[in-house]
């Protein structure tokens, strides 16, 4: 069965397996065709418009639109076929080179169409003359179109050596980057491996900073005008101070004393080894604690005092006394806010402090009413997520002698009423759960667009 099969293979004549070869009429049989237009100004000269019209947009509807680059803007009402010239990146009538046969057939298309001409450099077409008339199929030729390749083969030589020389016929341009290709332009639009600031770039050069590398005692071997550390903190010095309560004239407790990081490093030099001390973190919410109520703000530092003596630490940072105002100076505050993160994240533990406000004057809502009244802040989303993983966070009342211990994914039922994205963010900083990129940015978006804020700007919201 094999044997016949090949056999018949074999007795079955080439032409059916061989590509028929196709001369092309360019412009001499093409140009003056009887459904071509012409144009001057534009490439190409000739071309044939589309035999299929498309549908058009009534004038009660809105037009096709399309902006590009530029920021120009194209309106159609035909929704004809288009491509982007690469020369001008505007939106062009799309124009398709086709073979003879389909470009004197029926015009069924949507697009121009246009014959295909200079499909080869002049110099190639000479080269390629003496053997234009040759069948590529075997035992095809005859012994007179051999005859007439050796007589148009050194006509062909003639013809090179006169085309060669004539400038811009066979000319290759002019040769750069050293005969190399150009440089491929290309912006990467991926994800950072490291997130910087241009600001906190550090202003030497390259070369500068490998020299600075070569040697080990030169302190900007790791440039980086990052601070990562709090700019002040309150320091426990067993120091008391009369609360200002009205009903207890004579009331005192513990509260820290501000002091600058720098100047306490410069003072305890044996004990801190050049790392900055630990601190609690101190969350609250002006609307339970006013800025503007001595008596309130008293009471908040001693619940933050007794917050850091109960985890054994000696600080903490807490906003109203280790925050720059804007009166006291607009560019520290503004750098002191930039900074917060960064102070949540390098915190040993955070504590959350929570005390009767305008929505409760009589202190008798429960804890949770007053954690969600908290939990509606901007601030408490990166307060609580970049706080230290897997360490409990204290919840103090005012007015009560105990805390509230809680774990984030607790904190997150009891806070926040969005829990179901919230949940999700908190195991994700926990560990407990990896999401990728893209959802990290939709839940923490919808997780920050369900906080209340306030108006900062006349013209922002």
């Known amino acids: 069965m094999e044997m016949t099969d090949l056999e018949a293979t074999k007795e ?12 092309l009429k360019g412009y001499v049989g093409n140009f003056f065709s009887r459904n071509a237009t012409y144009q001057v100004m534009f490439w190409p000269h000739s071309f044939q418009k589309p035999g299929v019209s498309c549908v058009s947009v009534p004038p009660t509807e809105k037009p096709f639109r399309n902006q590009d680059n530029f920021q120009r803007i194209y309106k159609g009402r035909t929704a004809d076929d288009r491509y982007i010239n690469p020369d001008n990146g505007r939106l062009d009538h799309l124009i398709v ?86 440089a491929f332009v290309y912006r990467y639009w991926g994800i950072c491996k490291i997130t ?17 590398e070569d040697d080990e005692t030169d302190e900007t071997k790791m440039p980086n005008n990052r601070i990562l550390e709090p700019r002040k903190l309150c320091f426990l010095t067993g120091r008391t101070a009369p609360l200002l309560d009205p009903d207890n004239p004579g009331l005192e407790a513990e509260m820290g004393l501000p002091m600058l990081v720098s100047e306490w490093k410069a003072q305890n030099q044996d004990i801190h080894n050049g790392k900055c001390p630990d601190y609690v973190f101190i969350a609250y919410t002006t609307e339970h604690f006013n800025h503007s109520d001595t008596h309130a703000i008293r009471v ?32 520290g505050h503004q750098e002191d806010v930039f900074r917060i993160s960064d102070v949540v994240r390098g915190a040993y533990s955070l504590a959350v402090i929570v005390g009767p406000g305008e929505r409760d004057p009589t202190n008798e809502a429960p804890t949770e009413f007053l954690l969600q009244h908290w939990g ?22 005012r007015g009560y002698p105990d805390p509230l211990i809680l ?35 939709i839940i923490g978006l919808q997780s920050v667009f369900s906080r209340k804020t306030t108006q900062y700007f006349r013209n922002k919201q």
């Not at 910087?196 to 600075?212: C, M, P």
């Not at 999401?435 to 940015?441: D, G, K």
């Open 12 to 23: 079955k004549p080439d032409n059916k397996y061989r590509v028929p070869r196709i001369s």
């Open 97 to 182: 080179q086709c073979t003879d046969r389909v470009y004197s057939g029926r015009r069924n298309s949507t697009y121009k169409r246009t014959f295909i001409r200079n499909v080869s450099p002049k110099t190639l077409r000479v080269a390629n003359w003496p053997m234009s008339h040759l069948d590529y199929g075997p035992r095809k030729n005859k012994p007179l179109g051999y005859f007439l390749m050796v007589v148009k083969w050194p006509l062909t030589c003639i013809a090179l050596y006169i085309i060669i020389g004539l400038p811009g016929v066979a000319s290759t341009g002019d040769v750069i980057n050293d005969g190399g290709f150009d």
């Open 196 to 212: 910087r600031n241009a600001v906190e770039t550090n202003n030497k050069t390259l070369t500068e900073i490998s020299q600075s």
């Open 300 to 331: 908040l530092h001693a619940l933050a005092a007794r917050a850091t003596r109960e985890v054994g630490l000696e600080a903490y940072w807490i906003g109203v006394s280790c925050m720059q105002t804007k009166t006291q100076s607009l560019q």
């Open 376 to 397: 509606e802040r901007m601030w408490t989303l990166p307060e609580a997520l970049l706080s230290t993983p897997h360490r409990p966070i204290q919840v103090w009342r």
């Open 407 to 441: 774990s984030k994914t607790q904190l997150a039922a009891l806070a926040w009423r969005d829990m179901a994205s919230t949940r999700q963010l908190v195991d994700h900083y926990e560990g407990n759960l990896t999401l990728s990129r893209l959802e990290l940015v």
